[in-house]
């Protein structure tokens, strides 16, 4: 259908693209984080690969490497050991990604300093013609080319950091443009000494904590310094200085204007960069070949040609040294390793640019395109404005993908697209009525998470949906999958997705069956509730039998997903479930905040209920429940335990319900006593009588027990090695080993 375009029309198409060039250039924090989201996109689409002909390789202070030589740190003659051994192998140049700010507690000197002084005098002779562990250091350093890292601060107590280069600078002075600091953490005095470089190994990530720039030059005052990586690449070439060409030097364009550096010289190699002396890195993958564990450098197992005139990083993988960083490919990656990749995408000489232009050019397409789509719109349906809206975004994904994949550059698809979505969904849907629009939304919100008749309710009232809550009696339900990790590893992403829709759409049909609200969705675990907003009485009753229909499930649900693993040739784990249940009062409302919010529930209640789901993995139990609910629940249940939680000063008893056991009533009959009296003894420090009931119990057959048992088995041991105080009432706390 035509529509007539009036001047409602025109002032509209207007307001929608002058405000998204207002937009545009005041770049607010959310264009920023979509337009890094699509840069990184391109990475993970099209990652660099690893060349094992670069010249560069990690010597990693991993996880196997501490367990055999020795929690870090290491003695300084270790690590000196490890850099005689990289130097003999051949290695061009060995760059440290540690700090020795520290003397080396190991060393005699330092072990004669913390004894007494009778002591003392009685042990220095025996030690004073030791050297010290730092002198050995040193020694080693100062007969190899060496870099040593430092880290610029601007802390009060941040000292000089000595320069073993000269920096040349060409054109306009480039140095309001690049990161200070007022000094930096540096080594010992005799190991700075002793180095052939010293960089910085500062990095600055961007807002969302990725590394994704890495700064070539800082300055303390007016001092530049030089960054680990491009000292290393100075040691490496021999080089002594570094050419900086800033704007208006020979060679480069600035119309008169001072616009901070365009390049830096590193010896042989003349790097590209921004106004402040950053480069965009390309990242790749992490391989296990650009690495070589400390250990075997140590032991001699390592092979020469791995490091033989390759320029060498010591760091550490190692979780526990806390040295890890977000790249857009990995969530958590060892700094030295990227370093190494740092080093690699310079070596290599690859360009990845944001140009100057590009905020202009997109600018420029956003308008050209809006008057042509303003023109366009009025004269097609709903439907073929749609299909033109996104074609035209496809355009703009492509062009710019095929930027990145053949020039290297980062042109942003997300501003563009944005612009588009909005000029068309307000073209075409301005003379829809608000309160359609609400109804839809309304239906969007609620209709995954409540039955329909809660969703009708809401439309019919749509203030319901203003801020606020109430405090209610509800039962809580958290649903967690079991070794969630090690199954999702078994997966691609597309199997991954699959699992989790196949696994929560029928558990959540089963809680909507039951009367239940959803709450939310984390990852693979569901959070529910009931008695809200709908009034309902027997919410407990219909808490447990959810679960117990959820359980139930779990039966058809895993043939199927070992059919699946058979027929996909990968192994099938089979998928357990546990099911915690809790109830009491609670607030529960629309809560948020006055654009977004969430029909929710809060309070005390609602964590011990997610805490009571935790216990169920340690008991090894598909459904624990809460005394609350297990009085109110109308089911036989069986009793578990009783259990102090953090933040609670009230102990909490906790049960199971006998229906998910999957036993027979005559064994069910039989257990009962027999599993009270275990319980009896435990409490009463009795532990013969606990161990023998533990074992009446299991005679029964009562498998899905048999976890259970086995943990209070184990707590009995633990008792019976080291009693508890007097005045112990058996209550288990959760934090508990």
Same mark, same amino acid.
């Given at each position: ?24 250039? %005041?770049d607010?924090?959310f ?33 196997e ?38 003397? #080396? ?58 320069? =073993? ?50 700064p ?25 200085t570094?050419?900086? =060409?800033?704007?208006?030097a ?12 365009? !390049? ?24 296990? /070949? ?14 020469? $040609? ?22 857009p ?20 000489q ?22 042509a789509?303003?023109v366009?719109?009025?004269?097609? /349906? ?12 496809l ?10 994949? !053949? ?18 969904g307000?073209?075409?849907?301005y ?6 629009q609400?109804?839809?939304?309304v239906?969007? %919100?609620?209709? !995954? ?27 809580l ?5 079991? $070794?969630?990790?090690?199954?999702s ?50 919410h ?17 649900? $895993? ?26 009062h609670c ?17 005390? #209640? ?10 169920? =993995? ?8 809460g ?5 109110d ?18 102990? /909490? ?30 409490? %009463?420090k ?26 209070? %088995? ?22 508990e080993?």
């Amino acid at each position: 259908m035509v529509v007539r375009a009036g001047w409602a029309y025109v002032v509209l198409v207007g307001v929608v693209l002058i405000g998204a060039t207002v937009v545009r250039i %005041a770049d607010p924090f959310f264009l920023q984080a979509l337009r890094l989201i699509a840069f990184d996109t391109y990475q993970r689409l099209e990652p660099q690969t690893y060349d094992a002909d670069i010249p560069v390789r990690v010597v990693d202070i991993d996880e196997e490497s501490l367990a055999r030589v020795g929690q870090w740190p290491w003695p300084r003659t270790t690590v000196a050991e490890l850099l005689e051994r990289l130097v003999a192998g051949g290695a061009a140049t060995v760059a440290f990604d540690v700090l020795f700010a520290e003397p #080396d507690q190991t060393s005699p000197e330092q072990l004669v300093a913390r004894l007494s002084t009778e002591e003392a005098e009685l042990i220095e002779p025996l030690f004073a013609e030791l050297p010290s562990h730092d002198a050995v250091f040193a020694d080693m350093i100062g007969r190899t080319p060496t870099v040593l890292a430092t880290v610029l601060t601007n802390d009060g107590r941040s000292a000089p950091v000595p320069v =073993k280069a000269g920096f040349a600078v060409a054109g306009d002075d480039p140095r309001p443009f690049i990161p200070m600091f007022a000094g930096g953490t540096n080594n010992l005095p005799e190991l700075q000494a002793a180095a052939t470089g010293i960089g910085a190994i500062n990095w600055i990530p961007d807002r969302d904590q990725v590394v994704r720039r890495l700064p070539l030059v800082y300055r303390q005052g007016e001092e530049l310094v030089p960054t680990f990586v491009t000292e290393t690449l100075r040691v490496a070439q021999g080089a002594s200085t570094y050419i900086l =060409k800033a704007s208006n030097a020979s060679g480069e364009t600035a119309f008169g204007e001072s616009t901070g550096l365009n !390049h830096i010289k590193v010896g042989a190699l003349e790097i590209p960069t921004n106004a402040d002396g950053a480069l965009l890195l390309q990242f790749r993958p992490s391989n296990p /070949s650009a690495f070589i564990p400390a250990w075997s450098v140590l032991s001699g197992e390592f092979d020469p $040609n791995d490091v033989a005139g390759r320029i060498i990083l010591v760091g550490s993988s190692a979780a526990g040294l806390n040295d890890l960083r977000a790249t857009p490919l990995d969530a958590s990656l060892p700094g030295v390793e990227v370093q190494a990749q740092a080093l690699e995408h310079l070596l290599s000489q690859r360009s990845l640019t944001r140009p100057s232009y590009a905020i202009v050019l997109e600018l420029l397409f956003v308008l050209a395109v809006g008057i042509a789509l303003a023109v366009v719109l009025p004269r097609i /349906s709903a439907g073929a404005s749609a299909v033109l809206g996104g074609t035209v975004i496809l355009v703009v994904v492509i062009g710019a993908w095929l930027a990145y994949q !053949h020039a290297g550059l980062l042109l942003d698809p997300t501003y563009p697209a944005i612009a588009v979505i909005a000029l068309v969904g307000s073209s075409t849907l301005y003379i829809y009525r608000r309160v359609e629009q609400q109804r839809g939304e309304v239906r969007r %919100a609620f209709g !995954h998470y409540v039955s329909p008749a809660v969703v009708d309710e809401l439309i019919a009232d749509p203030d319901r949906l203003e801020l606020g809550g109430e405090v209610r009696d509800l039962t809580l339900l958290f649903c967690d999958v079991r $070794n969630f990790t090690s199954i999702s590893e078994t997966m691609t992403p597309h199997e991954l997705t699959q699992f989790i829709n196949d696994l929560l759409s029928p558990l959540s049909e089963i809680i909507l069956k039951h009367r239940g609200t959803i709450d939310k969705y984390m990852g693979d675990a569901i959070m529910a509730f009931w008695n809200a907003p709908l009034d309902d009485p027997d919410h407990a009753r219909h808490a447990a039998l959810a679960a117990l229909d959820m359980a139930a499930a779990m039966d058809g649900l $895993n043939e199927v997903w070992r059919r699946q693993a058979e027929e996909a040739g990968r192994p099938y784990r089979p998928v357990a479930i546990g099911i915690g249940l809790n109830s009491g009062h609670c607030c529960v409302g629309n809560l948020g905040s006055t654009i977004r919010f969430d029909y929710s529930a809060i309070g005390d #209640d609602v964590n011990l209920a997610s805490r009571v789901e935790g216990m169920s =993995k340690q008991y090894g139990l598909t459904v624990v429940l809460g005394e609350s609910t297990a009085a109110d629940s109308g089911e036989p249940v069986l009793e578990l335990d009783v259990i102090r939680v953090k933040g609670r000063a009230q102990p /909490s008893r906790l049960f199971t319900l006998q229906a998910a056991l999957e036993a027979s009533p005559e064994q069910l009959a039989k257990l009962a006593p027999k599993h009270d009296a275990m319980l009896t003894a435990y409490r %009463a420090k009795d532990w013969d009588g606990a161990d023998a009931a533990i074992a009446a119990c299991r005679a029964i057959g009562v498998t899905a027990l048999d976890a259970y048992y086995d943990l209070f %088995a184990s707590r009995v041991a633990v008792w019976r090695e080291t009693p508890p105080q007097a005045d112990w009432d058996g209550v288990f706390t959760a934090t508990e080993k």
